[in-house]
């Protein structure tokens, strides 16, 4: 079993291109998602290789995958208790 896995969202629609990538611990944590959050450069260097290398050119790279604004993305509330009450106990 991995002791983590990771996920990587991006957002290449004009006008404001956007990515963020998490690496969220195999275990029960109250932890919000956000808490797990980081820039997609963050997470390749881990990995050693370069996720989106043929999907966007390299200057659209540079500008998504260096940073993240948390405050760009919705997260739910509701999903976040819906774990912690019920999904950290199964």
Do not use: H, T
């Not at 200057?59 to 948390?70: K, P, W």
């Amino acid at each position: 079993v991995p002791s983590a896995f990771y996920k990587v969202i991006l957002d290449i629609d004009k006008p404001k291109r956007k990515g963020i990538a998490f690496v969220i611990p195999n275990e029960r944590s109250e932890n919000k998602l956000q808490e797990y959050a980081m820039s997609i450069d963050d997470l390749e260097s881990e990995l050693g290789f370069d996720l989106f290398a043929n999907l966007i050119s390299e200057d659209a790279q540079e500008v998504i995958e260096s940073n993240y604004n948390i405050n760009d993305w919705k997260f739910s509330e509701k999903r976040y208790r819906d774990r912690v009450e019920q999904w950290n106990d199964q």
